[in-house]
């Protein structure tokens, strides 16, 4: 990566803004520049916007922005600067937006909320996002944005989940490795996966029912469907695994890892998956640091011993949605409709490739508390944005001003914006088998 590189980068996604491009532009480098910035107003402030802050807001409202061919060229970006040789590892998942007291704004539902005291109900209303990001090697902030959109109530999070891995990996010709949370251990995202020809690795709840291949019990009859179950809760049900694998942490504690072949889940009997148990005789057995895990596997096997370190790799999307809702502002934009938040959403997910492209370029700035030993964070190279930027410079044309607004005429007086109900969505009711 040398600037010339991430130069060009800017240039093809300024390309991708086809209406609005300069007020989005400069939003994206403000945002890059200014990391004391708590609101969208403070970025207009900022050298890099070269227009007052209504064109922010204006841009965010009426904007325009390719969305396919802005995905497509940072895909190939993203995929000049690793190892041809190398397997991608994609993380799927998603993340919530509260809010709850914007009655003005569109197809807000129900939405988790953690970290909440355990007297106050842990559900609020906002949107959703679903986001597929590239992970690193070794857990940390350092993930590329491959996609990011948001989920209507009207959609789960797993129909979004398999449209944007429909979406993508057509385009890529290297091996692919999903990882995921245990809610996309479902039959639909499994079958999903398997027709895209990737590899899964996915956390699976330990009462989950899988089962072995069907076993004829009477000589009459059709043959049973379904064989012996397997459930993780059920010791009873544990026996006739297929591979186990042992060895010891660095704290010197147990590792063990089994496996079971040839299971099968009610909605899918065609998928063959592979269930993995990991005990690690060292932790805390808390809901963070669970003794006992489970996994489900699809495609071609991960070995054992790499298990516990591949699926580590997930932990690094949770530190990716930390910063973009913490540093970044993905969370603190306060716009009416769900369609500007999906703009802000593009533009925050750009900043952050961005960053991810200059972390390459050696360049960081360091508090005097911090180390110089250890690798460099997207916090420390954003602090050097405003510099880098200045050498790249911005394709965004001069702007021209248009004079003083002649405000609203005498008289007029503008209609209350209208008022949207929380959707509630409610459990499909069951067809009768007539």
């Known amino acids: 990566m040398h600037f010339n590189t ?14 609005g491009a300069d ?5 994206c480098d403000a945002l890059l520049s200014e990391p004391h910035a708590r609101s969208l107003v403070e970025l207009s402030l900022s050298p890099c916007f070269e227009r007052r802050w209504p064109s922010l807001y204006q841009a965010l409202e009426h904007g325009q922005i390719n969305e396919h061919v802005l995905r497509a060229m940072t895909l190939e970006a993203v995929l000049q600067e690793l190892d041809d040789q190398e397997p991608l590892w994609i993380g799927v998942d998603a993340s919530s937006i509260g809010r709850p007291e914007a009655e003005t704004s569109a197809d807000r539902g129900i939405i988790y909320v953690p970290n909440l005291p355990r007297v106050t109900k842990p559900v609020s209303a906002g949107w959703q996002f679903s986001t597929v990001m590239l992970l690193p090697e070794q857990p940390s902030s350092w993930v590329a944005i491959l996609d990011q959109r948001r989920i209507s109530t009207s959609q789960t999070a797993i129909e979004v989940a398999i449209a944007q891995l429909q979406e993508l990996l057509p385009l ?18 499994l079958r999903a996966c398997q027709q895209l020809g990737c590899r899964v690795l996915i956390r699976l709840k330990r009462n989950r029912k899988l089962y072995r291949a069907p076993v004829r019990t009477h000589a009459r009859g059709r043959m049973p469907l379904d064989g012996p179950v397997l ?17 010891h942490d660095r704290a010197g504690k147990l590792i063990s890892v089994t496996r079971w072949d040839g299971l099968h889940v009610r909605q899918a009997r065609d998928l063959s998956l592979s269930v993995v148990r990991l005990i690690r005789e060292g932790a805390k057995d808390s809901k963070r640091d669970p003794r006992e895990s489970w996994f489900v596997m699809l495609g071609p096997d991960i070995a054992l011993s790499d298990i516990s370190s591949v699926y580590a790799r997930r932990f690094s999307q949770e530190h990716g949605y930390r910063f973009m809702k913490q540093d970044l502002l993905w969370a603190q934009a306060h716009v009416r409709t769900p369609e500007q938040f999906e703009r802000w959403s593009l533009l925050v997910a750009l900043a952050f490739n961005q ?4 972390r390459s370029l050696g360049q960081a700035c360091f508090r005097p508390w911090e180390s110089h030993q250890r690798p460099i964070t997207p916090r420390q190279v954003r602090r050097v944005m405003p510099t ?3 050498q790249l410079g911005t394709p965004t044309r001069v702007c021209q001003r248009r004079g003083k607004s002649p405000g609203r005429p005498p008289g007029f007086r503008p209609r209350p914006a209208p008022r949207y109900p929380v959707v509630l969505k409610s459990k499909p009711k069951a067809t009768s088998k007539g």
């Open 23 to 27: 007020s989005l532009f400069n939003t």
């Open 6 to 19: 991430l130069k060009q980068f800017r240039q093809h996604a300024y390309g991708c803004f086809e209406r």
């Open 231 to 247: 459930q993780g809760s059920r010791p009873e049900t544990l026996s006739g695994e297929n591979a186990s694998y042992q060895d």
């Open 172 to 189: 890529i010709t290297r091996p692919v490795v999903v990882l995921a949370d245990r809610w996309y251990a479902s039959a639909e995202f």
């Open 355 to 358: 960053l991810w492209l200059a």
């Open 388 to 390: 880098i930027l200045q």
